[in-house]
């Protein structure tokens, strides 16, 4: 069955520190691979999603990805958070036809001024 | 473009009273139609998706059911809520098949 592991419940950054957050997956096959964010008490906005081709794949507000076939991963990363980028981050997988969407169960960021 | 309105945001119910939250997309037509809950500390997890008018199915046995009566309308129902029914509730849509999820802004539940 596919699953999806976020390994890190918390993380504290300061502001303008790089980041990383893990996300590992279990699936036969390539999945679909997506990260979002949380605000809180809102719904989720899309970061960014990997289908296929280049591996390391931008998203929206300068945050990037990787896919690792070898690791089963697909970290997100920033180069420099802004306080503004606290929130709660999912990823997600989705099996190629089973129109479900597998979660994660999040990594809640903190920003440190 | 497509939105997706989904109500009421906040709900508090007493044990045993009946739910409807509603969830409606516009902009599209035949969309993949996706219910979650988000329990704290839990995530999100997949509770019905809809691939079509009167098509559900349910990823977890439970007190909830849901209802697609147009095409892009959603609805999820209980006839007696359970303290354990409370968390936040995300509809969410999605146009083809392995294409990303666009997310309501969600309805806080709490059952007293």
């Known amino acids: 069955a596919q699953s ?3 390994p890190d419940i918390h993380i504290t950054v300061s502001e303008g520190a790089s980041l990383e957050l893990r996300c590992n997956y ?3 096959a390539t999945p679909y691979l997506f990260w979002y964010v949380q605000s809180p008490g809102q719904g989720l906005q899309l970061l960014l999603k990997y289908f296929s ?9 300068g945050f ?4 690792k076939r070898s690791q089963s991963s697909f970290n997100l990363r920033k180069p420099s958070v802004h306080w503004s980028d606290a929130a709660e981050y999912f990823c ?4 190629s036809g089973t129109y479900k969407y597998i979660f994660g169960t999040g990594t809640r960021l903190k920003v440190l001024a | ?16 009273s009946p739910l409807s939250l509603e969830c409606t997309v516009e902009g599209t037509s035949n969309p993949n139609l996706y219910w979650y809950r988000q329990a704290a500390g839990r995530g999100l997890q997949l509770l019905f998706y809809s691939v079509g008018i009167g098509q559900i199915s349910s990823e977890v046995p439970q007190n909830l059911s849901a209802s697609r009566p147009q095409d892009r309308q959603f609805i999820l129902s ?3 809520l359970l303290l354990s029914d409370s968390g936040f509730y995300l509809c969410a849509w999605t146009e083809h098949v392995d294409t990303e999820a666009f997310f309501g802004q969600g309805t806080r539940l709490t059952v007293v």
């Open chain 1, 4 to 6: 999806v592991t976020q």
């Open chain 1, 26 to 28: 279990s699936y036969g």
């Open chain 1, 53 to 61: 081709g280049d591996t390391l794949v931008q998203g929206i507000k």
């Open chain 1, 64 to 67: 990037e990805a990787e896919f």
């Open chain 1, 92 to 95: 997600a997988v989705d099996g």
């Open chain 2, 1 to 16: 473009s497509q939105t997706i309105h989904q109500w009421p945001a906040t709900l508090v119910q007493p044990v045993g």
């Open chain 2, 78 to 80: 209980s006839k007696k």
